[in-house]
Nanobody
Framework: QVQLVESGGGLVQAGGSLRLSCAAS????????ISWYRQAPGKQRGLVAE???????NYAVAVKGRFTISRDNAKNTVYLQTNALKPEDTAVYYC????????????WGQGTQVTVSS
């Protein structure tokens, strides 16, 4: 059974940092494009950052320079280091694993809440 389990969310003051983790079981993360998405109340889920199996990264404009995505293949875990957090970063953060080749599996975690107070 495939599982993606996010952790590391919480309440932090503006300017603070959190490290989110996405631990996988039942699949090898290195074979997938791993992305972090976030969804704030009343808003659509949007891409925050992604990392390919080759290590190429991509960031949303709103987080570029503040967030860093990385992967530890030995631990089958992907991280999202979030720095200089702003109240507008408040959202539920979700981990996604997408297999770009057939059969193009697509998996989601349950999400972890990040709340940034002003």
């Amino acid at each position: 059974q495939v599982q993606l389990v996010e952790s590391g969310g919480g309440l932090v003051q503006a300017g603070g940092s959190l490290r989110l983790s996405c631990a996988a079981s039942g699949l090898t993360l290195n074979n997938y494009v791993i992305s972090w998405y976030r969804q704030a109340p009343g808003k659509q889920r949007g891409l925050v950052a992604e990392i390919t199996s080759g290590g190429t990264t991509n960031y949303a404009v709103a987080v570029k320079g503040r967030f860093t995505i990385s992967r530890d293949n030995a631990k089958n875990t992907v991280y999202l280091q979030t720095n200089a957090l702003k109240p507008e970063d408040t959202a539920v953060y979700y981990c996604n694993a997408f297999l770009v080749t057939a059969p193009k599996y697509n998996y989601w975690g349950q999400g972890t809440q990040v709340t940034v107070s002003s």
